[in-house]
């Protein structure tokens, strides 16, 4: 029954990519884009089928750990084979990084998933099971979970969980919803950033059908989670809206969570009238998490992502990068990533090699993270405004002249570049890159080269 769908359904693809379409249902979806998708399939002349992977490192465990599943795959496809062989090929180094950028596109198109029925809209992998606890983030936690199992009726009304970029304030809002949902602790849930809330408000002031479903999501909901509310700065009308619901739905001791990335009392152009609502609520900060909750939250997500790693390696990333746990499991993905497409394998030089940036060279030194800070430095800006998701005129530029220097000037991918710069998609590397070159070569754009000369001035000292 499942080899007849499979087979007629896939009639457009070839037999190969039928098989890693069953294969990547199976799988999850990390483990399909770094062992899977780069493969491909060689049928001999004896019959023999030939997985064709990039390194031995890979043949080994593919053949390790996926034998059974690849058979299966074949049989449901109906590729006959007499035998099932593995073998690393050579690819060009530009070849592989085009797979690794489409793999991450199609990352980015998988989530969030729609729960049916609901109107809650959740990543998968945020769930209460996935969040490590640690001293910096325990007491957000604890109170996320007593919010999670009883909304509206605990001390924690409205909780506002605060702190920097990348440290599980969306992973807490995420799995408070998914856990709420579940076990059905709730009726309606609505998680929304407060940019997606500024857009339906702004797109009911266009279209008065709209307004009824904005008012009625929202007023109906037992459970209302807000994320990144520091995006309300300096937006009185949107304000109001949202100072409307908020009243409404605590009046009838619903469930109100936010995040934001400061203390909201320092929200610039927040109405005092929400600030002191709000401080009528439970505050709570999550900081950045020490090594050992950094250990944690490592060996935690390679598990999760069924691999095996050298401890020293896990170490190593753990003590090297401090700031934020983003920027933490996106050195892990590189590692992986490049550690499978490299004949040595996952070793300790690799890990070192990300971390540091130091590979040989003169320029060579020169990292991402320094070159942010250069760029930052020059505009007037702060570091994190240029991973930030703002499209602020301030931050725009600044973050495509990062982009550009980044790319000149490491051996960085546009996928990890654009990881480094708040998870963004390689697409908006290329673009922005080439948007500089184009300025840069446009006779009325004299102010710009001056400042990227500046800034590269100051990355010669450095390096
Ligand atoms: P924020 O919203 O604070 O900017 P996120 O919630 O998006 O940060 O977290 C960034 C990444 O780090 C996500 O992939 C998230 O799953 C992960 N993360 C953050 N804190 C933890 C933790 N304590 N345990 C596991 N993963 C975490
Ligand atoms: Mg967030």
């Known amino acids: 029954m499942l080899a007849t769908a499979l087979t007629s359904e896939s009639a457009q693809l070839t037999p190969w990519q039928a098989c890693q379409r069953y294969i990547e249902e199976r799988v999850p979806a990390s483990t399909f884009d770094t062992w899977f998708r780069t493969t491909e399939l060689v049928m001999r002349?004896?019959?023999?089928?030939?997985?064709?992977?990039?390194?031995?490192?890979?043949?080994?465990?593919?053949?390790?750990?996926?034998?059974?599943?690849?058979r299966e795959a074949l049989a449901a496809c109906r590729v006959n084979f007499s035998a099932l062989v593995f073998e690393p090929v050579v690819r060009e180094w530009a070849v592989v990084e085009q797979l690794a950028e489409q793999a991450a596109e199609v990352k980015h198109r998988q989530v969030p998933q729609a729960v049916s029925g609901k109107t809650g809209c959740f990543y998968p992998d945020y769930t209460f099971d996935t969040f490590v606890e640690g001293d910096s983030n325990a007491m957000a936690l604890t109170a996320a979970r007593s919010v999670a199992e009883a909304p509206g009726s605990n001390q924690f009304n409205p909780l506002i969980i605060y702190g920097g970029t990348g440290l599980g304030k969306t992973h807490l809002l995420q799995a408070i919803g998914h856990y709420a949902q579940a076990e059905c602790t709730v009726?309606?849930?609505?998680?929304?950033?407060?940019?997606?809330?500024?857009?339906?408000?702004?797109?009911?002031?266009?279209?008065?059908?709209?307004?009824?479903?904005?008012?009625?999501?929202?007023?109906?909901t037992d459970l209302l989670l807000i994320d990144d509310i520091q995006f309300f700065s300096d937006k009185g009308k949107i304000q109001e809206q949202f100072y409307l619901i908020f009243n409404k739905l605590l009046q009838e001791n619903k469930q109100i969570v936010l995040s934001s990335d400061c203390l909201p009392d320092s929200i610039q152009g927040l109405m005092a009238h929400i600030i002191s609502r709000f401080q009528g609520g439970f505050n709570v900060d999550i900081l950045p998490p020490n090594v050992e909750t950094r250990m944690a939250i490592l060996r935690k997500k390679v598990e999760s992502e069924g691999c095996t790693l050298p401890d020293e390696?896990?170490?190593?990333?753990?003590?090297?990068?401090?700031?934020?746990?983003?920027?933490?499991?996106?050195?892990?993905?590189?590692?992986?990533?490049?550690?499978?497409?490299?004949?040595?394998?996952?070793?300790?030089?690799?890990?070192?090699?990300?971390?540091?940036?130091?590979?040989?060279?003169?320029?060579?030194?020169?990292?991402?993270?320094?070159?942010?800070?250069?760029?930052?430095?020059?505009?007037?800006?702060?570091?994190?405004?240029?991973?930030?998701?703002?499209?602020?005129?301030?931050?725009?530029?600044?973050?495509?002249?990062?982009?550009?220097?980044?790319?000149?000037?490491?051996?960085?991918?546009?996928?990890?570049?654009?990881?480094?710069?708040?998870?963004r998609n390689h697409s908006t590397v290329i673009a922005a890159v080439k948007k500089i070159e184009a300025d840069l070569a446009d006779d009325g754009q004299a102010e710009l080269r001056t400042k990227v000369s500046e800034i590269e001035g100051r990355l010669r000292k450095l390096s």
């Open 45 to 70: 002349d004896d019959g023999c089928a030939c997985v064709q992977v990039p390194n031995k490192f890979a043949a080994d465990l593919i053949e390790a750990n996926f034998t059974g599943l690849i």
């Open 187 to 220: 009726g309606q849930v609505v998680y929304i950033t407060s940019e997606e809330f500024t857009n339906e408000y702004t797109q009911f002031l266009h279209d008065k059908k709209a307004s009824v479903s904005f008012y009625k999501k929202f007023m109906d």
């Open 313 to 423: 390696a896990i170490q190593y990333i753990a003590e090297h990068t401090k700031s934020n746990v983003r920027e933490l499991l996106g050195i892990l993905t590189k590692y992986i990533f490049s550690a499978s497409f490299s004949d040595t394998g996952f070793t300790l030089d690799i890990a070192k090699e990300l971390c540091g940036g130091a590979i040989t060279g003169k320029e060579e030194r020169l990292t991402v993270k320094r070159i942010m800070e250069a760029v930052a430095d020059a505009y007037g800006i702060g570091v994190n405004q240029l991973s930030a998701h703002t499209r602020k005129k301030e931050a725009t530029l600044p973050r495509a002249v990062a982009m550009y220097l980044c790319k000149k000037w490491t051996r960085q991918t546009n996928l990890t570049i654009g990881l480094d710069f708040g998870g």
